[in-house]
């Protein structure tokens, strides 16, 4: 059974501080996602990542995969207030499956 | 293009009664989904529908019965509300090129059992 771990759920950072959010999984999968969602909204697709090493940057964000070691990471540079939301990050089962298993989300609160 | 939308927004049920939260799409997307989320648990898949014509079980089905009246429209009926079943229910749909199997979500509906 394919299981989801992102960590930390939450996080306080300052602005202008750099940090990375993990998403780690148990079984073998060749897709990751990572999702945004504002308090009170729905979730937005930040980046799609389909193979080992792929790296996807946008903007402050920058999010990497490493199948073998089975983690994603989501990269934070210089973090700014409105980048304040919650992440998800979801992961697809190997095998096409097109369920999703989505870890529990980090709350990201970027202070001035 | 309105992607996904679901109705209602907001909704208040009383224990036992029943009400149906609609879903639709007009990306032409196959598969459709119904989650639920809760403070901490992260989203969760009740039940999601492949094509039309099929649907299959979710983390979380009891309490929950589907429809999936057409490629558009994908529907999650609560027969006899019960509080546990407050939450935020998102609908999402997926499609396209096959490899990317991206999930784009709906508004979502805000539902208290009382």
């Known amino acids: 059974e394919l299981k989801v771990e992102q960590n930390p759920l939450f996080l306080s950072m300052q602005e202008g501080k750099n940090y990375t959010i993990y998403c780690n999984y148990s079984?073998?999968?060749?897709?990751l996602y990572w999702y945004r969602q504002d308090p009170g909204k729905s979730l937005e697709s930040l980046f799609v990542l389909l193979s080992n090493g792929a790296v996807k940057q946008e903007g402050r964000l920058m999010a990497s995969l490493d199948t073998k070691a089975r983690l994603s990471t989501l990269h934070i540079t210089a973090a700014v207030h409105d980048l304040s939301a919650t992440y998800f990050c979801a992961v697809g089962p190997q095998g096409g499956s097109e369920k999703l298993v989505f870890g529990k989300g980090t709350k990201l609160t970027v202070n001035p | 293009n309105a992607g996904v939308t679901q109705t209602p927004k907001f909704q208040v049920l009383k224990t036992g009664q029943s009400m149906t939260l609609q879903c639709a799409q007009d990306?032409?997307?196959?598969?459709m989904y119904w989650y639920r989320q809760d403070p901490g648990m992260g989203l969760r898949l009740i039940y999601y529908s492949a094509s039309e014509g099929t649907t299959d079980k979710g983390e979380v089905p009891n309490g929950y019965n589907v429809s999936r009246l057409n490629k558009r429209e994908f529907s999650l009926r609560l027969e006899s509300a019960a509080p546990s079943q407050t939450s935020v229910y998102f609908c999402a749909s997926t499609g396209g090129l096959v490899v990317m199997n991206e999930q784009f979500f709906g508004p979502g509906t805000r539902l208290t059992v009382l």
């Open positions: 990306m032409n997307h196959n598969s």
């Open positions: 079984t073998t999968s060749d897709r």
